[in-house]
Each structure stands twice: as structure tokens, then as C-alpha cells.
């Protein structure tokens, strides 16, 4: 964030930055006038895995064979470089631009994102400051640089569901409810269940267990409870209403006792085709010379919190072949392509 403020005071922009406990946020803007450009993304990274296995130290940025290697290569600090530089240029060649450059950044995306880009979310809700349009640096290549953007993705709604039955000794069914056996059939059923068709942009809403836990240990003992993590990765199509109250009323039609806890992490949001859709895939065709596709595949991003603020965005950014993985790195080739994609961007969108 030091490195980042550095870069952005000369500029003119005004940084505030919006901490909150241990977690770094930064609002940089330049510009007092719409339309808002707002470039968004995170510092923090996932844990580096045994450090073993890596070629190189995960935190000690090594080019090797043409890439960049290092933890957030690609999941995402080369984007917030490429934003800075980008911004860097474009101020450079047009200081007297119209309408206002941002930037979001928080250290809070990889982990419980509660205190992270949702409380700066809050602060410019409060005092009416929103952005237009928003580009998340979020790494959505797939097999070349900017072959496919985000226009939005899934939202996420987790369910822990523990059943009641009774324990005692295997031996004597008669004196045992067994919650394996009484939510085997429901659990068959949700798995079974269509819950919507998805519609243009977004495939139909999965339902999955992540984790099934019962037992004492020992084979002799039937459990007295059995709890169930499940998770809904829902489009537009579905509501967490909705989704609620149908896996409620399957329950509760094969009369399972049960106490079930919901966890809504994330909304779907989706950009249509528009300004910004059109902006982001003219300087792909500028800058790389491909027409990218539109996807609102994988998990969630923080788009997904300034979705309530902005109603435009996109994502954008490296290849995620390495992402989270042993070795993630980034082509040193593909680094300056995605800083001049974010300046075209700008020059398209601020005329």
C-alpha cells in the first residue's frame, strides 16, 4: 500500500486510507467530476504451500523462462502494478483528463473479506460516492492474455445443517434414530434437484456437500448427530430465499430433526452488455488483437461487494493456470500488454 501511495500522490490523487483492525484498505482518487473509473483489487495472497516444493522463494519475485514467479503473480499483484502504470501514462499524456480515476484495494479478498473492500464499500454508500464503471483485476485469462472476461459471477450461499438422532450400541436399533439413515434420502433428493435452468449468462445453480461428519470413532456406536456443510453456488435465476425454503421444505417433508444455519457470502452480479462490456472488449481487440468472451464462471470476487455501489463491472486480468498453486508465475510478455489494456481502457471510457 506504501509502494502504491508513492506512485499515486504525485499524480494528484487523494488517498484515504480506510483501515479497519488489522486489515489495509486504500480509496485513491483523482478527479472530482463523473464518470468514475475505478480500478479495483486485493495485496493480500494465499499461503504459499510447503516452501519446499517451490523452485524459487514464493516471496522473492524470480523471472525464469520467460515468466515471473512468485505468490500473486498473477492472483493479483501484477494487476495493481498494471493499474498504477497504466494510470501513470494516461495522467502523463492527458493531466487535464475528464471525469475521475480510482482505486480500491484492500488486503482482506483472500481471507474472511469482511473488513476488507465490503467496509470501503460502506463508507463511499454513506457519503454517495460511486464509482461508474469498475474493472477488477481479478485473473480471468484462460489460456492467453484477456481471452475471457468477467461480467459477473455466482453468489454463494453455505448451509450447516446438523441432524438429531439418538446414540447408543449398534447391537439394539431398537433403542437408537440413527441421523445418517434419516437424512440419507432428503440429502438424495437435494442432490437430485434442479433448481433453476441459468439463464444467457450464468449455468445453473449447483448444489454440493462439502463435508459429512457423524461418529464417535468406534464402529459399535451409532452417532447421536451428524452434521452436513453444504453450498450453493446460485445464479440470477435464484434467490437465497428461494434456495432457503426449498431445502427447508425437503427436510422437513422427510421429517428429519434438524437446526440449519445459513451463510450468505456473496450475491450474483451481473454486468450486461453495455458501455463497459464494449469498452474492455475494443481494447482487448486493440491491444491483443482477439475478441474476448464473456464468462461468469469460478468463485467469488469482490465484485461482488461493489456490485452495490457500481453498476458496471468487469474482470479482468492475467492467466489463472498457477493461481493458488506450487509455482504461480505470470509471463514477463503478458505484463506490459495487461498495463496498456488497462490505459486503453481508460482512454475509451474517459473521452
Known amino acids: 500500500m506504501d509502494i502504491i501511495a508513492r506512485h499515486l500522490a504525485p499524480l494528484g490523487f487523494s488517498l484515504e486510507r480506510m483501515n479497519q483492525g488489522s486489515v489495509s484498505n486504500l480509496w485513491a482518487r483523482r478527479g472530482s467530476q463523473g464518470p468514475i473509473v475505478c480500478f479495483a483489487g486485493h495485496t493480500d495472497v494465499v499461503p504459499p504451500g510447503p516452501l519446499d516444493q517451490w523452485a524459487s522463494d514464493p516471496f522473492k519475485p524470480t523471472v525464469r523462462d520467460g515468466s515471473l514467479h512468485g505468490r500473486g503473480a498473477a492472483d493479483m499483484k501484477t494487476s495493481i502494478a498494471a493499474f498504477v502504470t497504466a494510470t501513470e501514462r494516461y495522467v502523463a499524456n492527458r493531466p487535464d483528463h475528464p471525469g475521475a480515476i480510482a482505486l480500491l484495494l484492500t488486503s482482506d479478498e483472500e481471507g474472511p473479506a469482511i473488513d476488507g473492500t465490503v467496509r470501503v464499500v460502506e463508507a463511499l454508500k454513506a457519503r454517495g460516492e460511486k464509482p461508474d464503471y ?65 439463464n444467457e449468462f450464468f449455468p445453473p445453480t449447483s448444489w454440493q456437500v462439502s463435508n459429512f461428519h457423524a461418529g464417535t470413532g468406534a464402529d459399535n456406536v451409532v452417532p447421536g448427530a451428524a452434521e452436513i456443510l453444504f453450498n450453493f453456488r446460485f445464479s440470477t435465476a435464484s434467490t437465497p430465499d428461494g434456495l432457503k425454503a426449498r431445502v427447508h421444505e425437503i427436510l422437513d417433508r422427510h421429517g428429519v430433526e434438524y437446526a440449519l444455519d445459513w451463510t450468505l457470502s456473496g450475491k450474483p452480479y451481473l454486468t450486461p452488455r453495455g458501455k463497459l462490456v464494449e469498452v474492455v472488449s475494443q481494447s482487448v481487440r486493440d491491444i491483443i488483437g482477439i475478441e474476448t468472451e464473456l464468462s461468469t464462471s469460478g468463485g467469488t470476487s469482490d465484485g461482488r461487494f461493489i456490485a452495490d455501489i457500481c453498476p458496471q463491472i468487469i474482470e479482468l486480468g492475467p492467466l489463472n493456470a498457477t493461481i493458488h498453486k506450487i509455482d504461480e508465475c505470470i509471463e514477463v510478455a503478458d505484463i506490459e500488454l495487461l498495463s496498456r489494456l488497462y490505459e486503453r481502457i481508460l482512454e475509451l471510457l474517459l473521452k
Open 134 to 198: 469498475c474493472i477488477v483485476g481479478e485473473p480471468t485469462s484462460a489460456v492467453r492474455l484477456a481471452d475471457t472476461i468477467k461480467n459477473g459471477r455466482r453468489g454463494s450461499l453455505a448451509g450447516r445443517l446438523v441432524v438429531r438422532g439418538v446414540q447408543g450400541h449398534i447391537a439394539y436399533p431398537h433403542l437408537v434414530k440413527n441421523p445418517v439413515h434419516m437424512v440419507a434420502p432428503a440429502l438424495a433428493e437435494l442432490a437430485a434437484t434442479e433448481w433453476d435452468a441459468g
